[in-house]
């Protein structure tokens, strides 16, 4: 079993969850990208109910391409992106992978919104791809 562990990078916040990850994937559309400052966001999607968070994090909520709404949330005190979590998926938190105490197990799964990803960015092992995100 992975362990899932991790916090932002200050320290004030901290999480948890107990149990197997219901997916590891990659998302390049450019909410992530910015949300994230990098080129993509990876993040561990994890069952709500076996998350434990410790500290206080803030939210910023938009809709993401579906419409429906999307809840990113972040470190007040280092603007850590920790993770988010969408009215689309609504029994799944996105915790990303950068913020994981040990992130030696992770294997994206998938990756989607590849029509936004940069170009220069080739993922390589067994991945399956989505131009845009999965129906
Ligand atoms: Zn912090
Ligand atoms: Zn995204």
Redesign the pocket.
């Given at each position: 079993m992975p362990q899932i562990a991790g916090g932002c990078l200050c320290g004030k916040v901290r999480y948890s969850a107990s149990g197997d990850p219901a997916f590891v994937g990659v998302?390049?559309?450019?909410?992530?990208?910015r949300?994230t400052g990098s080129a993509?966001?990876a993040v561990v999607g994890v069952p709500k109910g076996a998350l434990t968070v410790q500290g206080e994090l803030a939210t910023y909520s938009k809709a993401?391409?579906t419409g429906k709404a999307?809840y990113r949330r972040f470190c007040p005190q280092c603007g850590s992106s920790v993770m988010?979590e969408g009215d689309a998926l609504p029994d799944i938190v996105m915790v990303g992978v950068g913020t994981l105490d040990d992130a030696s197990w992770v294997k994206p799964g998938m990756q989607?919104?590849c029509d936004s990803a940069q170009p220069w960015v080739h993922l390589g092992g067994n991945i399956q791809s989505f131009p845009k995100m999965p129906g």
């Open positions: 998302c390049h559309c450019t909410d992530c990208q949300f993509f966001a993401g391409d999307t988010d989607i919104y």
